[in-house]
T-cell receptor, first 117, second 113 residues
């Protein structure tokens, strides 16, 4: 069963607008973590933001924020004030476990974001 | 601080040939990961090392793939013999133990013809 679902294969957003990328996950663990990574056309994966399952507040990193709704098992990424350099693939990922080196990270299929000038 | 290094960046081989990829993680990172990313998909973990020990290799096709991390630093991933479906980008990542963030290398794009 797919553990990470990203239902938007492709998204378009106008420059300077905000955009939300959807992510839902499936786990029976109480302790887990959720990540978002960006992959530009150059291919390198870039860490954006992390949310732990016990974190009470939504994570924020600059223009990135994670809208964490635990009951709905969703962890949407919000990018504010989109820039042309935000055009890339975005992957949602989940770590199941207690935050040790033995945890496995599972990636979703990704969403392609294109920022229009 | 130097990032995760990988080589080669590109490789084209014929099916049934063998190939090896090299990864040098960030200094001090005890955990090292190899991922396979097929075009249009998210990365899939092949193998995870903690120092020079294997933590998880449940998705590594062991009949043709092998990996080692001698001395707990550099790592090599080998495919022998290669199949057409092995065409993908092979990503190496490293992290501190229990750290949230993984640092990825630029990847090796493998094409099997």
């Amino acid at each position: 069963a797919q553990k990470i679902t990203q239902t938007q294969p492709g998204m378009f957003v106008q420059e300077k607008e905000a955009v939300t990328l959807d992510c839902t996950y499936d786990t029976s663990d109480q302790s887990y973590g959720l990540f978002w990574y960006k992959q530009p056309s150059s291919g390198e994966m870039i860490f954006l933001i992390y949310q732990g399952s016990y974190d009470e507040q939504n994570a924020t990193e600059g223009r990135y924020s994670l809208n964490f709704q635990k009951a709905r098992k969703s962890a949407n990424l919000v990018i504010s004030a989109s820039q042309l350099g935000d055009s890339a693939m975005y992957f949602c990922a989940m770590r199941e476990g207690r935050g040790t080196s033995y945890d496995k990270v599972i990636f979703g299929p990704g969403t392609s974001l294109s920022v229009i000038p | 601080e130097a990032g995760v290094a990988q080589s080669p960046r590109y490789k084209i081989i014929e099916k049934r040939q063998s190939v090896a990829f090299w990864c040098n993680p960030i200094s001090g990172h005890a955990t090292l990961y190899w991922y396979q990313q097929i075009l249009g998909q998210g990365p899939k973990l092949l193998i995870q090392f903690q120092n020079n020990g294997v933590v998880d290799d449940s998705q590594l096709p062991k009949d043709r793939f092998s990996a080692e991390r001698l001395k707990g630093v550099d790592s090599t991933l080998k495919i022998q013999p290669a199949k057409l479906e092995d065409s993908a980008v092979y990503l190496c990542a490293s992290s501190f133990p229990r750290a949230h963030e993984q640092y990825f290398g630029p990847g090796t794009r493998l094409t099997v013809t």
